[in-house]
């Protein structure tokens, strides 16, 4: 039986959030401090990318390394603390053509809102290929604090050239054996800390100016290999594997306001 959940409840504020990583959880608490009994609405992933992070060390007032959830943990008290009202929920409509601005969640909620913070962050990107959807779950991923356990005393291919990438290899190979960067140009975009760690782990090792053409697997036996590219002569070779991580930067989640605002 079909039931209509639609308008189930109406929730207002003078403001509401849309995102509960940093940036969310900041917004809500000078908000609230501010005395605008703000609204967050968490969204999909709360607490944002740093739940999926391990190693903390570059922010601000910490000597040591913290957990990436215990301070988004943490984040989230504060607001709760400073009376920032948090609703587990995720917004999947907007109307910025009226006022006050009028959004719906999953829930069947209608929020409306004399104004809106956008921190709806970002997700990982893909390389688009045929075969890595196909495998997707099946050793593909792009959460290496969520997957790496899977993949112990194995060899896998990470897919990037940033901070990100580093830090996903250097991450694994506390569960893999062996861990190889695809990187598609020689030199990196990381920062020479990261990199420099990288290249110290005698468990990784690197595959310059190349490119991931086709993956290679079952459904049964999941990843067994990846065709290279070579983006400088376009030769093809074989590399085996049994996992592979997609650490090739994000897109902003922002296509619930397209046509609503500009976007850059």
């Known amino acids: ?19 509960s990583g940093p940036a969310g959880y ?28 391990t190693d903390v060390e570059n922010y601000p007032g910490f000597a040591d390394i913290i957990q990436g959830p215990w301070l ?4 989230r008290l504060q607001a709760k603390n400073t009376g920032v009202e948090v609703i587990n929920d995720h917004i999947n409509q907007c109307n910025l053509s009226k006022y006050p601005f009028q959004m719906n969640g999953d829930s069947g909620t209608e929020y409306i809102a004399e104004s809106i913070i956008i ?28 997957d790496g356990f899977f993949f112990k005393d194995k060899k896998v291919l990470v897919v990037g050239g940033g901070d990100s990438a580093m830090e996903e290899a250097t991450f ?32 990784i090792s690197f595959r310059y100016n190349q490119t991931i053409d086709e ?26 594997c049994d996992g592979i991580f997609m650490a ?17």
């Open 1 to 19: 039986q079909w039931i209509n959940y639609k308008y189930m409840a109406e929730k207002k504020s003078k403001v509401i959030i849309i995102g």
């Open 26 to 53: 900041t917004a809500a608490i000078y908000a609230a401090r501010a005395m605008l009994e703000p609204i967050l609405v968490e969204g999909i992933q709360p607490g944002g990318q740093l739940t999926i992070t």
């Open 72 to 75: 988004m943990d943490q984040m």
């Open 119 to 146: 921190c709806t962050g970002a997700q990982a990107k893909w390389l688009g290929l045929e075969t890595e959807e196909k495998f997707m779950g099946f050793g593909v991923s792009a959460c290496a604090t969520c």
């Open 172 to 203: 694994l190979t506390k569960f893999a054996s062996e861990v190889v960067i695809i990187h598609r140009r020689k030199e990196f975009r990381a920062s020479k800390i990261m990199v420099e760690r990288a290249v110290s782990n005698p468990k």
């Open 215 to 240: 993956i290679i697997g079952t459904k049964d036996t999941g990843v067994q290999s990846v065709m290279l590219k070579d983006t400088l002569t376009n030769e093809i070779t074989k590399e085996t």
């Open 248 to 264: 090739i930067g994000h897109v902003p989640n922002t296509s619930l306001f397209k046509g609503m605002i500009d976007l850059d």
